[in-house]
């Protein structure tokens, strides 16, 4: 007898017959033998029709980035797309009841699942596994929404896109689970997005390093947060097919892997935009002069690029941020123009970051010139380049996206035969 927590991502509770195919599922391993807890997604598509219907209502007024106002407006917008799970929850209870089984939703404030007040990507903080130990313990499968939580002072929240991933892998950690199995639309993890690689391999295993890399940038199949903490917590994490009974794909630590790849993955994010700053400064000071009020006010800053300055007095400064910060980050440094002394501001959102991922880079050399190589090859422009023990991510023009990441897995032999 195995602890397990299930959980089924979007399209595997999309509509109610796959909400009851799912049900089937927990069926068969509480039938195995197996205490079961389940962590549900919204239906595929309600988290960004809850989402489109908030930005409907409008932002706030132009121009004010006014703290109080921002918390305020982040509060409400968590407790509609929030209710996309709660749907889902009460629906797979329902369904698993419609089995014979004895189940019960718990909503995040119920148990509670305690997050910080990060709102739209609060972190949780613990998980009273109390009243889902004793459901347990009477043969009982608690139904967890997944996504969101609730602060100490009682306010909902919600943990960022794909956060679900993450509500299962904390309920694995608090229920001290044997495995955490994340069910999705594809039977596991590949070298690269099968929805345009057609040649993606499926990997029977992938160390948390990777996965996490990976995860970070770009690969959505599971939340960058999800795979950190089951790293962190020895979470045993699975991820397979609602579709199919095919065993998936095992995150394990890297002494489980005999074979290292010189690259295992290949990702990209169509999420990043580009801002170029010209004719900055060139002074100590200016880099926490730029980046510091961006930080305050919580736009995260990725790949950073800065020249030499050519008279030694001011020299270029580019930076990548989320496509959805951009307008923010622009208006705080428009803000603060005189005071940065810069000449020009340019914004680009036509940009891909594409990044190959592996181990066995640690021990292999050569590795970022071949992806030099395959991209000069196929006429593709490098405009930034970052790369961390295990990764190496290039900033090109969004269009050559999947020419870019279908030339670099074949270029790192991973295409299947
Ligand atoms: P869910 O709704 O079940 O959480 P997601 O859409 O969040 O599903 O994640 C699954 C999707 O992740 C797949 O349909 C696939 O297109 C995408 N994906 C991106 N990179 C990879 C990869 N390397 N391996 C598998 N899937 C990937
Ligand atoms: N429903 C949320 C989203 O679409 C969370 C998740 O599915 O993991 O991002
Ligand atoms: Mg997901």
Request: glycine letters at 8%; a negative charge.
């Amino acid at each position: 007898m195995a602890r397990i927590v299930m959980k089924f991502g979007g399209t595997s509770v999309a509509d109610t017959g796959h909400i009851r195919a799912a049900a089937d599922r927990v069926k068969r391993a509480r039938d195995a033998g197996d205490e079961v807890a389940v962590v549900v997604s919204a239906m595929a598509g309600a988290t960004n029709q809850l989402a489109a219907w908030v930005g409907e209502i409008g932002v706030l007024p132009a121009g004010s980035y006014d703290d109080i106002a921002a918390d305020a407006a982040d509060r409400e917008s968590d407790v509609v797309v929030a209710t996309g799970e709660q749907v889902t929850c009460g629906l797979m209870a329902r369904a698993l009841q419609a089995l014979g089984l004895k189940s019960r939703s718990w909503l995040a404030w119920q148990l509670p699942i305690v997050s910080d007040d990060a709102h739209g990507k609060a972190r949780i903080e613990s998980i009273e596994a109390k009243d889902l130990l004793a459901a347990l313990a009477h043969g009982e499968v608690p139904v967890v929404p997944g996504f969101q939580g609730v602060t100490r002072g009682g306010r909902l929240t919600t943990l960022g896109r794909g956060g679900s991933d993450t509500s299962a892998v904390a309920l694995a950690a608090t229920l001290r689970a044997d495995r955490c199995d994340i069910y999705t639309d594809v039977d596991g993890v590949y070298t690269s997005d099968p929805r345009i690689v057609a040649k993606a391999r499926k990997l029977d295993k992938i160390t948390y390093e990777e996965m996490l890399e990976m995860a970070s940038v770009g690969a959505k199949v599971l939340q960058t947060r999800s795979v950190e903490l089951a790293m962190k917590q020895g979470v045993r994490l699975q991820v397979r097919s609602s579709f199919s009974d095919g065993p998936g794909t095992l995150v394990v630590d890297e002494d489980e892997i005999v074979e290292k790849a010189m690259v295992s993955g290949v990702a990209y994010s169509r999420d990043e935009a580009k801002i170029t700053l010209s004719r900055v400064a060139d002074r100590p000071g200016v880099a926490a002069a730029v980046f510091g009020p961006l930080a305050d006010a919580n736009v995260n800053v990725d790949v950073i690029v800065q020249n030499v300055s050519a008279d030694g007095r001011t020299t270029d400064l580019t930076f990548t941020v989320v496509k959805a910060d951009l307008d923010r980050a622009v208006a705080i440094l428009e803000a603060r123009r005189k005071e940065l002394g810069f000449a020009g501001l340019i914004q680009d959102r036509n940009v891909v970051k594409v990044s190959v991922i592996g181990v066995g880079m640690r021990s292999h050399a050569g590795v970022a010139q071949r992806m030099f190589k395959a991209l000069a090859e196929k006429g593709i422009n490098i405009q930034a380049i970052t790369t961390s023990e295990i990764k190496i991510s290039v900033l090109i023009a969004e269009e050559y996206t999947e020419l870019a990441v279908r030339a670099l897995h074949s270029a790192y032999g991973l295409d299947a035969d």
